[in-house]
């Protein structure tokens, strides 16, 4: 399994702006399709963000769309969220996530980071 380790969550205004990283090691990052997911307190967790191995197709979740951004570098087996007017409903751990190209879900999960947008 590809192992993933999220960084760059922190607490914002709302209005805001935060980058999210996620490293991944082990296996050949073009070979995965990656995903951002998050999950509130006292909430299931929900899909955000997707992207395939080459970058090529990206998909977003409604709440996001519009203000949230995923990208891939895969020279550097990175990930990205770029979330730009955070609101305080975006408060949440934000998972990385790997899927590979035959997969129809994800099986690999970073540790999570914490996102907390205040009003």
């Known amino acids: 399994q590809v192992q993933l380790v999220e960084s760059g969550g922190g607490l914002v205004q709302a209005g805001g702006s935060l980058r999210l990283s996620c490293a991944a090691s082990g296996r050949t990052f073009s070979d995965y399709h990656m995903g951002w997911f998050r999950q509130a307190p006292g909430k299931e967790r929900e899909f955000v963000a997707s992207i395939s191995w080459s970058g090529g197709s990206t998909n977003y979740a409604d709440s996001v769309k519009g203000r949230f951004t995923i990208s891939r570098d895969n020279a550097k087996n990175t990930v990205y969220l770029q979330m730009n007017s955070l609101k305080p409903e975006d408060t949440a751990v934000y998972y990385c996530?790997?899927?590979?190209?035959?997969?129809?879900?994800?099986?690999?999960w970073g540790q999570g980071t914490q996102v907390t947008v205040s009003s």
């Open positions: 996530a790997a899927r590979t190209l035959r997969a129809t879900t994800f099986g690999s």
